[in-house]
């Protein structure tokens, strides 16, 4: 299948700044991207600090910037950018999320249908008649939301939707972003609310200086079981097994081992850790630097970063039977 | 000037004397044609300076601000040079028309308009062009949705101008000539009447150009505070 949205070899630079440094990014410098795809119903997340090139990135996608070299396709329909404080005309939120709508000249009963279509999307219905700029920051977002979901995008690029709203609002804009990808758009935003990522995220992309990185994490889908009154609980695993975890009441979907917290043997050795999985090794992928990726199947998919030294005295190769260990206390619950 | 010379200026008023009626509407069509002529060529030229990069860009904004203040004389002097007989646009014969008159105005309200929607649109939030460019808006939709999202600003930068080339006399008396019953406005009505001794007219002139300045004054403010009703859907 095709990706909705694909990019190859982009680099990027502002006008004037082409010779500055990575590490001087600031909005100023390069950004270098070998590939990045997202397909259709994917939830890409952009995670890394200010100035890593996120915002950049997501305008190279949009088409609001113009790449110095590489390439940037979306296939079949537009990719519309959300901004981060995204820019409300100062007239009602019917008329904002009418607006595109209206410039294309389409006849009033389809503008009129589709821009309550859209905004019962995202649960702004009530407040159509509202003054735009009144609204709050959480409901702003999901009207700016709605007005790019009028013009029916095949990928909706988000920058920090969650920021700076409150956890309600938060709760209400990713509602939105699953129902848009579960009706098939791809989503790729940027966030600095891990738990946001986490909760929402079919993949997460980190970036520094620039580049992608690889990701540092296991983000386990699942649902977590009533610990009742003990201290440890216990998080069910979709289509996998159950894990020991910090006791927690709510309603957790997603959980959360960090790679270089997962310990490798391959005898069941006797430790304090909880979690204790055997497992047949898919990959073993030895990256650049000391570390390599190794990647278990035990029920469900964890992949632990060993060093290249562990690689070779475990013998690690494709199909080695390993147990995989790690403390409750290293799973996160978002 | 007297009290007699008040109460002439009230009747005046009052019966709404032909005169009066004819420079306050003479005053009136050549401010807001040239007001109008500004606005039209102001805007679009404020647009581009608040949302596109050229070179040069501070220079020539700088030069705006500076002639913003440009005395009404050497505009009416500028002008003059250009459409008297022996100027480059001689040969149209406008020199003492209101078509002079008008042009002279514009010149004078450009650099306003120019300057003070640039100030105006470029305080607007920078994601606007950007969102209506992700939007699929064309050049034109853009520029029509920025001036409507600045339009506080717009108007009260137009508003601004027309007060200012109302209020003058320099471009009105050097290429209007002051002809009675045709290119005579209040300021240089005013100018001549007081001359001669006759302040009735002159105060009468006088209250009629407050009046206006008063409403354009009240306009702004209004504009200031003024934010739309909900419409229906």
Redesign the interface.
Known sequence: MSPAIELRGLRFSYPGTANTEPTQFGGQALLQIESLAAQASEIVVLIGDNGCGKTTLL?LL???LIPDGGLVGVHNG?A??V?Q???L????V??NVA??LR??RLPRNDV?QRTLAALEQVGLTQL????APSLSGGEKQRAAIA??LV?QPQVLLLDEPTSNIDAASIAAVERVLRSQAACGRSVIMSTHNLPSAYRLADRIVPMKEGRLRPVAVNILRGWALDPGDEHIGRFQVCGGPQIFCPAARGQYTTAVVRMDDIILSTGATATSAQNRLQGDVRAVELTAGELARVEIDCGCRLVSTVTHRSVDQLRLRTGSRLWVTFKASAVELY | MNLASLIEALRLLVIWDRELAAITFNSLHFAIASTLIAALIGTPIGVVFAFREFRAKRTVVAATHTLMGLPTVVVGLLVFSLLSRSGPLGGLGLMFTPTAVIIGQAVLALPIVVSLVYGGLARL?P??A??L??????RL?RTV?IV??GRIAVVSAILTAFGRVVGEVGTAMMLGGNVRWYTRTITTAIALETQKGAFALSVALGIVLMTVAFGVNFGLNYLVRF??G??A?
Do not use: C, M, V
């Open positions: 305008k949009a088409g609001l537009p519309l950018l901004h404080r995204p820019y005309f100062a007239e009602s019917y008329a607006w595109p410039i294309r009129r159509a008649r509202r003054w007005r790019a013009l | 939030d994601e606007l950007e969102t460019q992700t939007l699929g808006a064309t939709q949705k409507r999202e934010r739309p909900n419409r859907i």
